[in-house]
Nanobody, 114 residues
Framework: QVKVVESGGGLVEPGGSLRLSCVASGFTLTHYGVNWYRRGTGEGRELVGFIIIGEDTLFYADSVKGRFHISRDNAKNTVFLQMNDLKPEDTAPYFC???????WGQGTQVTVSS
């Protein structure tokens, strides 16, 4: 089955870190760009960042720039979203998306709270 599955969310205190994973099945993720989105309370979907083919990350939202980092592990068919210095406003479900495959994961919840 062709799909992507996110994991790694959880509850963390402000200033903490989490690493989200987007694992692909049924195709080789190396060959595709991957977006990370989040959905805030009462708001639309926000593009957090994306990575294109290879390791060339082209975009981070201003709200996460300098704190979040996207990377790949081709051997694991996985894209990661490393989130550092987390803030309460980062609280949201996070989704990975492979646009050329029109694939979305089910999301993983990140909650930043003391």
């Amino acid at each position: 089955q062709v799909k992507v599955v996110e994991s790694g969310g959880g509850l963390v205190e402000p200033g903490g870190s989490l690493r989200l994973s987007c694992v692909a099945s049924g195709f080789t993720l190396t060959h595709y760009g991957v977006n990370w989105y989040r959905r805030g309370t009462g708001e639309g979907r926000e593009l957090v960042g994306f990575i294109i083919i290879g390791e060339d990350t082209l975009f981070y939202a201003d709200s996460v720039k300098g704190r979040f980092h996207i990377s790949r592990d081709n051997a694991k068919n996985t894209v990661f979203l490393q989130m550092n210095d987390l803030k309460p406003e980062d609280t949201a479900p996070y989704f990975c998306n492979v646009p050329l495959r029109d694939l979305w994961g089910q999301g993983t919840q990140v909650t930043v709270s003391s």
